[in-house]
């Protein structure tokens, strides 16, 4: 992603009770964006059988889509388009994705507040389709994010071959927002001493690789005490001890981090992370 005409896709349900939240994240759209499509979906429209009924929920919908862009035009000073479309919302976020040609989708996701990372749920499918199915990397956010500033940006690796892609993207990022990068990798087997070498010897290039753009960076391999199954959570509550304002993951072929397209492991990541997730899928598998 380059640092100019960059432009954004912010999903949005205008029946969610904490969507005034996102107010607080305008401070990140500055560095993200220079343009914005704010998009609601209507889903149920067709089910209203009185023509008037729909023409007086369309027209308050509108009025309060035009509102919230206008909130964010007056706050942030970027050019704001709010945009309204009927069928699944899933689909109609990625078409309109595709259509407006945009870098980035941004959307909330729902999450049990009393869930403290465990798998207990998926994240709901609309979510999960959009994330897989996206072009652009997707940033989330569930209903217990308390979103503000993005100063650090937490960066899992593994061994697979997307790494040098997921790093240089993290670059980009963290330029943009002058923010720290905290690299992390986690190993499961102390039988498995060659792996825990080669991932320590990795960090120590990545490091070295981040610094060298001018941005401070630290590494830290960790052990997942319950083993690979453990691993969302525990990368969850490093990103929890480091303060990290944003986790960055692959969705795709990433499989020893996280769990080939949309698995258990992503999702879980996903769902319970107290700061967003940004998801993005490998331009090309053969780094």
């Known amino acids: 992603m380059s640092n100019s005409n960059q432009s954004v896709l912010i999903a ?46 369309v027209f308050d919908k509108d009025n309060q889509l035009s509102a919230f862009a206008q909130d964010i035009r007056e706050k942030t000073g970027l050019d704001i388009r709010p945009v309204m479309q009927k069928g699944r919302a899933a689909e109609e976020i990625l078409k309109a994705a595709e259509s ?11 999450t049990q507040p009393e869930d403290d990372h465990t798998e207990k749920h ?53 330029q943009r927002f002058e923010a720290s990068i905290h690299v992390v990798s986690v190993y499961w087997s102390k039988h498995l ?18 610094e060298e753009d001018g941005i401070e960076c630290s590494a830290e391999l960790i052990e997942s005490e319950a083993g690979e199954k453990d691993l969302p959570s525990t990368i969850l509550k490093f990103a929890d001890s480091i303060e990290a304002d944003l986790i960055m993951i692959m969705t795709q072929q990433e499989t020893r981090l996280v769990e080939f397209f ?26």
Do not use: C
């Open 100 to 110: 407006y040609n945009v870098d980035m989708i941004a959307m909330s996701t729902h």
């Open 122 to 174: 998926q994240i709901g499918g609309i979510t999960n389709k959009v994330v897989r199915e996206s072009k652009v990397p997707v940033f989330t956010f569930n209903s217990n994010v308390k979103l503000k500033k993005i100063n650090k940006i937490l960066l899992p690796l593994d061994l697979t071959v997307e790494t040098k892609q997921k790093v240089t993207n993290a670059i980009d990022l963290a």
């Open 262 to 287: 949309m698995g258990s492991a992503a999702q879980t990541i996903i769902r319970l992370s107290r700061v967003p997730v940004l998801s993005i899928i490998p331009k090309e598998p053969g780094y």
């Open 12 to 57: 949005v349900d205008l029946d969610d009770k904490t969507l005034w939240r996102l107010s607080r994240s305008y401070d990140n759209l500055t560095h993200l964006a220079d343009k914005v499509i704010i998009l609601y979906v209507f889903e149920n429209l067709n089910r209203i059988s009185s023509e008037e009924e729909r023409n007086k929920i």
């Open 193 to 210: 001493e060659d792996i825990r070498m080669m991932l320590k010897q990795q960090l120590e290039q990545v490091k070295s690789f981040i």
